[in-house]
T-cell receptor, first 108, second 113 residues
Framework: GIQVEQSPPDLILQEGANSTLRCNFS?????LQWFHQNPWGQLINLFY???GTKQNGRLSATTVATERYSLLYISSSQTTDSGVYFC??????????FGSGTQLTVLP | ETGVTQTPRHLVMGMTNKKSLKCEQH?????MYWYKQSAKKPLELMFV???????ENNSVPSRFSPECPNSSHLFLHLHTLQPEDSALYLC????????????FGSGTQLSVL
């Protein structure tokens, strides 16, 4: 099946810093979603982005489907941004396959 | 209420118990999913229901039994679980179609003693 790799696995930032999270996938995909899992376990939808670039406040995402990667940008990070960020792709297997996530810690 | 609601939030059960997890979606979706999230592992798809028919069963042991009585409700019945079944169980919903956008609930943290 399709492989999804996220990097870095762990990231520690000072509040106010910017960061870039990466998601690589091994095959062509029809969809890609970014999620933020908060400390209470809730998976919050950030972006539905099969291709192109989208922005939502301090967050933006870019997917380059032909090169099989997506990037999530977090600017001016806040402590509430802490948690695990997952990317998930919908490929030929017709199911959403998740990466292992990036654990982000934003220090005050 | 809005979104996807799961109950209970936490559950502790013995290996001989029978319990059920409940999921309800208020988004008007017609597909529902169960995922398992174990420590240090990616989310794993367990079951998919589309238009109340089970369309996916990812080699899940029979001690997990899903039920989808209508498009808004999804259950996961548990019996004779093992300690390795301890995990966060997440429900999601979406509109039918490819590719869908999934929306998740807060999960049930299950501990099997």
């Amino acid at each position: 099946g399709i492989q999804v790799e996220q990097s870095p696995p762990d990231l520690i930032l000072q509040e106010g810093a910017n960061s870039t999270l990466r998601c690589n996938f091994s095959d062509s995909v029809n969809n890609l979603q970014w999620f933020h899992q908060n400390p209470w376990g809730q998976l919050i939808n950030l972006f539905y982005i099969p291709s192109g670039t989208k922005q939502n406040g301090r967050l933006s995402a870019t997917t380059v489907a032909t090169e099989r990667y997506s990037l999530l940008y977090i600017s001016s990070s806040q402590t509430t941004d802490s948690g695990v960020y997952f990317c998930a792709v919908w490929g030929s297997a017709r199911q959403l396959t998740f990466g292992s996530g990036t654990q982000l810690t934003v220090l005050p | 209420e809005t979104g996807v609601t799961q109950t209970p939030r936490h559950l502790v059960m013995g290996m001989t118990n029978k319990k059920s997890l409940k999921c309800e979606q208020h988004l008007g979706h017609n597909a529902m999913y169960w995922y398992k999230q174990s420590a240090k592992k990616p989310l794993e798809l367990m079951f998919v229901y589309s238009l109340e028919e089970r369309v996916e069963n990812n080699s899940v042991p029979s001690r997990f039994s899903p039920e989808c009585p209508n498009s808004s409700h999804l259950f996961l019945h548990l019996h004779t679980l093992q300690p390795e079944d301890s995990a966060l169980y997440l429900c999601a919903s979406s509109y039918q179609g490819t590719p869908p956008e999934l929306f998740f609930g807060s999960g049930t943290q299950l501990s099997v003693l």
